[in-house]
């Protein structure tokens, strides 16, 4: 098969790089145009990450030498990409929402990591495995703006995938959520590059994450769960969720502490850890490439999960799941965790594009 020519915008960043390493041998995309701000622009892209470079593996060598375009210069937009993946970072959401909106009505569809399009209405925000139905937003959102072939479809926060497909699947299996207390320990990756100074992550924990984590965390859920309507997505208000997030000196992996309450029945603890193991969606059906075979592990062990030895379960794309037990003040509580930068960055959102090009929204 032909593979599809894509872009990246921020791709010298450490969600860009990490779409560098994941999309190496993808069997059916090929990077072909790579773009960040005005200060990488014109360089290639080997002397413009220069030591931000963080990914394991050398650059591969097809790109070591392509020049960055800028992520605004929308002249230069090679004509046959078929679409792009936003990973920038602007000092102002508006600037983003623009750059993002200006892509799409030249035509080119961009699945975005950047939380500035999150709460518009007629875009959805995707966890492949809980709400694939919502890309059936997407000629609405082309019909309200005059799109022809663009459209932006969005990823949720990197927090969120430790913890809401396990969820999810239980509201699945007939079991309704009342309300969850989360506390979360956000890997230092989480931040970007460089991110966190390390004298002041070392030897310390910092009891506050910026950029609205917290708030994220409660709010998002709710679109993901959400229904399609008339003019957009309509979200869902069932649950109610109080967060508190934590910066931790992990590299990758962040971790979610949870303690669930059940609306009426009360499923036994077999039933869930049972609900979990078998969850499947679409992804897995439709057997795409970045599906995890299992989305959600359950590990038995009482020390687990732990993110240097279960961040990389199924190729970074699968979330572990352990410590199920009862919960004195609700029903259970439970420990989950994911991969931020692969499950909760560039890997969810190619897990999206795949899905995007089963249902023939990309081409
Ligand atoms: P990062 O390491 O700080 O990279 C930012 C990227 O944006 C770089 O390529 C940078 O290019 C580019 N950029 C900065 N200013 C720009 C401008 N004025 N115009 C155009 N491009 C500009 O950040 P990151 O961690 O990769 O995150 C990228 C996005 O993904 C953010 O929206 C973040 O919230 C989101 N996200 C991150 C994670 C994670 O775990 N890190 C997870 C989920 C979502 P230069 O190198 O040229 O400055």
Redesign the pocket.
């Known amino acids: 098969m032909k593979k599809l020519k894509i872009g990246i915008l921020?791709?010298?960043?450490?969600?860009?790089q990490n779409y560098i390493k994941l999309l190496q041998a993808h069997p059916w995309f090929q990077i072909t145009d790579l773009a960040?701000?005005p200060?990488?622009a014109g360089k290639p892209y080997f002397e413009?990450v220069k030591q931000k470079w963080q990914m394991s593996i050398p650059i591969p060598k097809e790109l070591k030498n392509l020049i960055v375009r800028d992520?605004?210069d929308l002249d230069s937009i090679p004509d046959d990409l078929s679409f792009v993946f936003s990973?920038?970072?602007?000092?102002s959401k508006d600037q983003v929402k623009e750059v993002e909106l200006k892509y799409a009505k030249k035509n080119i569809p961009v699945i975005s990591?950047?939380?500035a399009h999150r709460w518009t209405p007629d875009i959805p925000m995707i966890i492949g495995e809980i709400n694939h139905e919502h890309v059936s937003v997407i000629p609405i959102q082309q019909k309200n703006r005059g799109f022809n072939k663009g459209f932006i479809v969005v990823?949720p926060?990197?927090t969120l995938q430790s913890y809401l497909t396990p969820i999810f699947a239980l509201e699945n299996a007939g079991y309704k959520i009342d309300k969850l207390i989360i506390t979360t320990l956000n890997a230092i990756?989480?931040?970007?590059?460089p991110g966190v100074a390390s004298l002041d992550v070392i030897d310390n924990i910092i009891p506050y994450i910026g950029g609205g984590e917290e708030g994220k965390t409660e709010t998002e859920p709710l679109k993901i769960l959400g229904k399609v309507g008339n003019k957009g997505i309509l979200n869902y208000d069932s649950i109610q969720i109080s967060a508190t997030s934590i910066r931790v000196p992990v590299v990758d992996g962040h971790t979610a502490c949870i303690s669930m309450k059940f609306k009426n029945i009360i499923p036994s603890k077999e039933e869930i850890i049972r609900i979990w193991d078998e969850f499947k969606s679409l992804p897995q059906e439709l057997k795409l490439p970045f599906a995890p075979t299992k989305p959600i592990i359950y590990l038995e062990n009482e020390d687990r999960p732990q993110p240097k030895k279960d961040r990389n379960n199924d190729k970074g794309m699968a979330i572990s799941v352990g410590r199920l037990r009862k919960d004195s003040v609700f029903d259970y509580k439970f420990i989950g965790l994911s991969h931020?930068?692969i499950r909760?960055?560039a890997g969810g959102a190619i897990l999206n594009a795949e899905l995007l090009k089963s249902q023939g929204l990309i081409t």
């Open positions: 921020g791709a010298t960043g450490i969600v860009g960040a701000s200060r990488s413009a992520v605004q990973a920038i970072t602007m000092p990591n950047n939380s990823k926060n990197c990756s989480g931040a970007g590059y931020n930068t909760g960055a």
